[in-house]
């Protein structure tokens, strides 16, 4: 393995509240190599997003960081582009000029406009929403959307891509649809993904390793489970695939027996409630509430 | 196959014909009497109330005028008008003709040219009224939406000026207007004014009265902006002036224009008690002149002076909609 592109060292986050500090995360430690697709896994309110968020820098962690290519992360940057869970495109905006602001923002200097007008177009025919140029978010379907929103985080050229549960509000058919695309997309490109998920099956279908957090307060990574399915990966020939049922059993097993649901039984979990931390982690987490909408538990049932 | 092209090419042809039909036919034609029937409803139920019960209400200027009375004012307001009109068409000419006499006699005469000098009549007044609350929409938006602005984008700023908005908003156009008249008066000193100072007056008391609704729905349009969409903005490193440019100002533009209309709606009610008290032209101050001037038609003038601003009212609120239509993305 080579030396490590993304490095989390030691990372603890508290949140000030009404009662004190709340350790939401307690020594995470991640080394991660470049062209490596990450999944985070976990239940809710167990920090994932608060990890992704520190990553992206719109979070500070209260004690250790995040290096990047030798540079320490403590802003926001194109070069750590985040898809966030509901799209997030402006609403004001087409297609075209949502992936533009992003393009005209990050290569203004070092792009002429028939490039960046190239680029744009290219990126967008990358995730097959050429034909919507001009639509407004609002006149497009959320799976499109999120479409666009994945080909402007494309489009700024990430070092690594974030993913906040990019496919979790959509329908299981365009989540299927969407994975492939994003697993050519990746395997093209060659670009590092962190990819947070509720979703057992593509944690398992998407990634190279697995990391499964426990829950919180002080939540931590468990374990990793590196996937080692040859690519390019096809979910229907994979669905019987004696590996795969056995790394997704894995998962689950730490998921449902290891990690059970903070104060359920195991007929009931993921129930979308718990949110133990959300009110203290404020507006940096905009998928707290939905985050449960997908049970892994239907899912193989 | 040559039927089906028949009638292919009969509909192309008779396609206007089925619009202007469907228009007119059934359905189409019981659903805009429906939205037509009880509106007309309401205001015949309105007239005949206004009708009747007109005449019971004994002032010392005679009865309350009822609709018929209003309508025929109505009409003699316009002919004062159309009959003005003549006059100061007659006036120029007039003026023409003997100033041309005077040239021909000496070539180096100084010849004047004044303005007509009659009375406004209520039509000239509707329009001076609309340049003012015009004038002070203006200014108020001016101030009000930057304003408004870097009270939504800074917690600090907006909670130090918080109280005031509080404090200043449900103040009575009347308690500032003594205020600004004074001010204006000593402040606005020029020889050849470029307005009338009672002008001035009422335009800033409808700034004073209207910047409120713009100021606090922007501030708080700024401050609602979408988390997800300040992330955005983060991550992209947008400039200061580009995050407000590309993402604050267009996010807030509904709800500025809501409070745009609110404001409409205030600067012109406002107006016309400024434009009474201050005795700046307008329908305000002819409002004023009818009551002080106690004939036995004040009361209908008056009456048709409340219907227009009424409608006015309704007309600059409608125009505010077509223009947040046009502007707004919500829409």
């Given at each position: 393995m080579s030396k490590s592109h993304l490095e989390l060292t030691n990372v603890q986050m508290a949140f000030d509240t009404k009662e004190g500090?709340?350790?939401?995360?307690?020594?995470i430690d991640l080394k991660i190599r470049k062209g490596e697709f990450v999944s985070l896994i976990g239940?809710?309110?167990?920090?994932k997003s608060t990890v992704l968020n520190i990553v992206a820098g719109l979070l500070q962690a209260t004690r250790g960081g995040c290096v990047l290519d030798g540079h320490e992360v403590n802003t926001p940057g194109p070069e750590r582009a985040v898809v966030f869970q509901n799209h997030s495109?402006?609403?004001?905006?087409t297609v075209y000029e949502n992936v533009e602001l992003a393009v005209q923002q990050v290569f203004r200097k070092s792009m002429s406009k028939a490039e960046r007008k190239e680029w744009i177009l290219h990126n967008l025919k990358l995730v097959n929403?050429?034909?919507?140029?001009?639509?407004?978010?609002?006149?497009?379907?959320g799976g499109m959307a999120q479409r666009v929103g994945i080909a402007r985080a494309l489009a700024m050229k990430p070092s690594v891509l974030l993913m906040?549960?990019?496919?979790?509000?959509?329908?299981a058919l365009t989540r299927a649809h969407l994975q492939d695309s994003l697993m050519k997309i990746q395997q093209d490109l060659n670009s590092t993904v962190i990819m947070i998920t509720h979703d057992v099956d593509e944690a398992v279908l998407l990634s190279d390793r697995i990391v499964m957090m426990t829950n919180g307060?002080?939540?931590?990574?468990?374990e990793e489970l590196y996937?080692?399915?040859?690519?390019?990966?096809n979910r229907v020939t994979l669905a019987d695939h004696p590996e795969y049922v056995r790394y997704r059993q894995a998962v689950l097993s730490f998921l449902?027996?290891?990690?059970?649901?903070?104060?359920?039984?195991e007929d009931e979990?993921?129930?979308?409630?718990?949110?133990?931390e959300a009110p203290a982690?404020?507006?940096?987490?905009?998928?707290v509430g939905n985050e449960?909408?997908?049970?892994p538990v239907r899912r193989i049932a | 196959m040559t039927t089906l092209s028949h009638t292919d090419s009969l509909s192309q042809g008779q396609r206007w014909l089925r619009a202007l039909t469907d228009k007119l036919s059934g359905v189409n034609l019981a659903e805009t009497g429906r939205q037509l029937l009880l509106p007309a409803i309401g205001i015949i139920l309105f007239l005949g109330f206004w009708h009747i019960a007109a005449p019971q209400v004994q002032t010392s200027l005679g009865a309350f005028p009822g609709p018929a009375q209003v309508l025929e004012q109505t009409g003699r307001l316009w002919q004062e008008h159309d009959n003005q009109r003549d006059r100061a068409a007659q006036f120029v000419t007039m003026q023409e003709e003997r100033n041309e006499r005077i040239l021909a006699e000496n070539p180096d005469a100084e010849v004047k040219i004044r303005d007509y000098p009659g009375a406004p009549t209520f039509i000239d007044q509707i329009f001076t009224s609309l340049g003012t609350v015009l004038a002070g929409f203006v200014l108020a938006t001016i101030i009000a939406v930057p304003l408004g602005i870097i009270i939504g984008l800074n917690r600090h700023f907006s909670a130090a000026v918080n109280p005031l908005i509080q404090i200043f908003k449900p103040v009575s156009p009347l308690a500032w207007l003594p205020l600004v008249t004074m001010v204006v008066s000593a402040?606005?000193?020029?020889?050849?004014?470029?307005?009338e100072k009672s002008f001035l007056t009422s335009m800033i008391t409808v700034t004073l009265c209207s910047l409120w609704p713009t100021l606090i729905n922007t501030s708080v349009g700024v401050s609602a902006v979408n988390p997800d969409l300040l992330n955005v903005s983060k991550v992209l490193r947008l400039s200061f002036w580009t995050h407000v440019r590309k993402v604050v100002l267009p996010s807030s533009v509904p709800m500025i224009f809501t409070g745009l209309r609110v404001s409409l709606g205030i600067a012109w009610m406002v107006l016309i008690a400024a434009e009474m008290l201050?005795?700046?032209?307008?329908l305000g101050k002819f409002v004023w002149d009818e009551f002080q001037n106690g004939g036995s038609e004040s009361l209908s003038r008056i009456m048709v002076a409340v219907l227009a601003i009424g409608f006015i009212g309704f007309l600059l609120d409608r125009i505010m909609l077509l223009i947040q239509k046009k502007v707004a993305w919500n829409e």
């Open positions: 500090p709340f350790i939401a995360l307690e020594n239940h809710s309110g167990c920090g495109l402006m609403p004001w905006l929403m050429d034909h919507a140029l001009d639509k407004r978010p609002g006149e497009i379907s906040d549960e990019p496919f979790g509000a959509l329908d307060p002080a939540a931590t990574i468990g996937i080692e399915l040859p690519r390019p990966r449902y027996e290891k990690q059970r649901f903070p104060g359920k039984g979990q993921e129930e979308p409630t718990a949110e133990a982690q404020g507006d940096n987490l905009p998928d449960s909408e997908e049970s | 402040t606005y000193v020029s020889d050849d004014p470029m307005f201050a005795q700046s032209p307008g």
